[in-house]
């Protein structure tokens, strides 16, 4: 029998619509929640992503205020775009869109953003206050991934749940989020990556297997505990071409699993402006 599918679309919506509700309430108090980007150079899908957030943010009632550097930019360019926004009381939230031009250094850039201001949640001191279990804006991915399992209703506490990847974007900070002592999380967590060649001995025993791999196809059937929950955090794209860690075929073996397209994405995209909207709060 077929997974059942687990969208993130829903779960995107439930938390946009509770972004927009608080956006009102700070609105009433007098405060124009901002979101600023910057946008280094013309690549096509960058510039695409930027629009689209940009739409999104209008659409919630962010201003969303931006800056836009040519392609040669200096890394002095862009750290004064960030000081800019990081001096500027009227913004909250700021996001550099990633990937900068190769002779620029994106975790640099990174670092001068101002911490409260990180709605991407991968600033150093956010990374450290998740560590620590510290109030701060949670990495976007994982911070998704957790809703949509709660969403779901999908039962995580004490649990056995195997991550496939252990980057810092993904898998890292979602191994910290799950192990957490808080109802949504609470789970025994194994991190598997290519120090561990026989791997798939942990994903076959999990209760909820999470793909961070970003290899097309890396999980198989076989890697499979039958009827266990697949959630695919990693793609690759070839041109446009999205290609997921999950093969097709595993849908014959999970109980449930996120669809290839519309999976994970948009609990991402949510929850940058959940960080957006709890940074103007904060202010
Ligand atoms: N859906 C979304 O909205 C969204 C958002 C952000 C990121 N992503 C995706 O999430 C994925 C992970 O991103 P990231 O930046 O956290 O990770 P990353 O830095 O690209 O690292 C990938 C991890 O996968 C492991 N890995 C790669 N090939 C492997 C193999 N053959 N066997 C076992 N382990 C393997 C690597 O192991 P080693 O550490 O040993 O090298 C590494 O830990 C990417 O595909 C990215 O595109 C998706």
């Known amino acids: 029998m077929p997974a059942r599918l687990l969208p993130g679309g829903p779960v995107a919506e439930r938390i946009?619509?509770?972004?927009?509700?608080?956006?009102?309430?700070?609105?009433?108090?007098?405060?124009?929640?901002?979101?600023?980007?910057?946008?280094?150079?013309?690549?096509?899908?960058?510039?695409?992503?930027?629009?689209?957030?940009?739409r999104q943010a209008a659409e919630l009632g962010f201003v969303s205020p931006h800056a836009h550097l040519p392609a040669d930019a200096t890394q002095d360019d862009l750290h004064q775009a960030i000081a800019a926004f990081n001096d500027d009381p009227a913004v909250h939230g700021l996001l550099v869109q990633y990937p900068v031009p190769g002779h620029l250094d994106y975790d640099a850039a990174l670092q001068a953003v101002d911490p409260d201001k990180d709605v991407d949640g991968m600033h150093p001191l956010n990374m450290g206050r998740l560590a620590l279990g510290m109030p701060g804006p949670l990495p976007c991915t994982p911070a998704g991934i957790e809703a949509l399992l709660a969403h779901y209703e999908i039962p995580v506490s004490g649990r056995e749940v195997v991550i496939l990847g252990r980057g810092a974007t993904l898998g890292r900070p979602l191994a910290m989020m799950l192990s957490q002592?808080?109802?949504?999380?609470?789970?025994a967590v194994t991190v598997v990556h290519t120090g561990v060649p026989d791997w798939a001995r942990y994903t076959q025993r999990a209760d909820i297997l999470i793909a961070a791999a970003g290899v097309p196809g890396i999980i198989q059937p076989e890697h499979v505990k039958p009827g266990a929950v697949v959630i695919g955090g990693g793609v690759r794209y070839e041109g446009r071409k999205l290609l997921p860690d999950v093969d097709e075929s595993v849908e014959q073996v999970a109980g449930a699993i996120t669809p290839r397209v519309g999976g994970v994405g948009p609990t991402t995209v949510a929850m940058l402006f959940r960080n957006a909207v709890i940074a103007a709060e904060n202010s």
């Open 16 to 54: 946009l619509a509770e972004v927009s509700t608080r956006v009102a309430v700070l609105k009433d108090k007098g405060v124009s929640p901002s979101l600023a980007t910057i946008l280094v150079g013309d690549d096509d899908a960058s510039a695409g992503y930027i629009r689209i957030k940009q």
């Open 181 to 187: 002592k808080r109802p949504t999380a609470n789970a």
